[in-house]
């Protein structure tokens, strides 16, 4: 008997120890609704919390990642694309043509739309400068950056949210589980040592 209590001890303490951080883990999510239990309400600590953790969040990214004088300073700086600027030449060069008076000759109005086309080609880079100095400072006011992410956070479904955390961090996940078994298991030998050792000293017999 003492033997076989010896080789359960370790074992159970290894399955305490993973069902513990197993469970632990999806009460982050679980239960997504409050529910109550005599004096106390359950509820996963994300839903819970979920508005405040979405604030929270959409803080720090406006604060320390990404706000929107980032963004502005991005699309002043970035160079546009070669087939926006063909794409955009074309579609002037067509207006150009289309919408020029009729008493316009044609052998004006070609070199007239190349004219206007390459202008805007040339002057393209000052143009989005000016549009966005000109709606930048307007952005700033009407948009918040932070309460828009924390608004798309609140909309998005916990199920969903639940679903993508775990498969991003299945990997950690599986790590938590192992971790707690193994705790589990050299808790279990330990006391096996402490069996040992209190039969060893006789104080007890099994």
């Known amino acids: 008997m003492f033997y076989l209590t010896v080789a359960l001890i370790p074992l159970v303490g290894a399955f305490i120890g993973w069902v513990t951080n197993r469970l632990a883990v999806k009460l982050l ?4 609704r409050p529910y109550r239990l005599l004096k106390w309400t359950i509820q996963g600590v994300l839903p819970k ?4 953790l979405a604030g929270s969040i959409g803080g720090i990214i406006e604060q320390e990642i ?9 699309l002043k700086e970035r160079d546009v694309p070669e ?3 063909a794409l955009l030449r074309e579609a002037i060069r067509g207006a150009v043509l289309e919408k020029a008076p009729a008493w316009v000759p044609v052998a004006v109005k070609k070199p007239l739309a190349e004219a ?3 202008l805007v080609r040339d002057r393209l880079p000052f143009l989005i400068d000016w549009l966005v100095e000109s709606f930048g400072e307007t952005l700033k006011r009407e948009v918040s950056l932070s309460q828009l992410i ?8 916990l199920e969903d949210l639940e679903r993508v ?7 950690e996940i599986r790590h938590i589980e192992v971790m707690g078994a193994l705790l589990g ?15 060893l000293t006789g104080h007890t017999a099994f």
């Open 165 to 171: 955390v775990f498969k991003v961090t299945a990997r």
């Open 83 to 85: 087939r926006t600027v």
């Open 66 to 74: 990404l706000s929107l004088d980032d963004i502005l300073q991005h």
């Open 185 to 199: 298991f050299l808790i279990g030998l330990l006391q096996v040592g402490l069996l040992f050792l209190v039969r």
């Open 29 to 32: 999510f679980r239960p997504y």
């Open 150 to 157: 924390e608004t798309k956070l609140n909309q998005f479904p």
């Open 116 to 118: 206007v086309s390459d």
């Open 49 to 52: 919390r979920r508005y405040e």
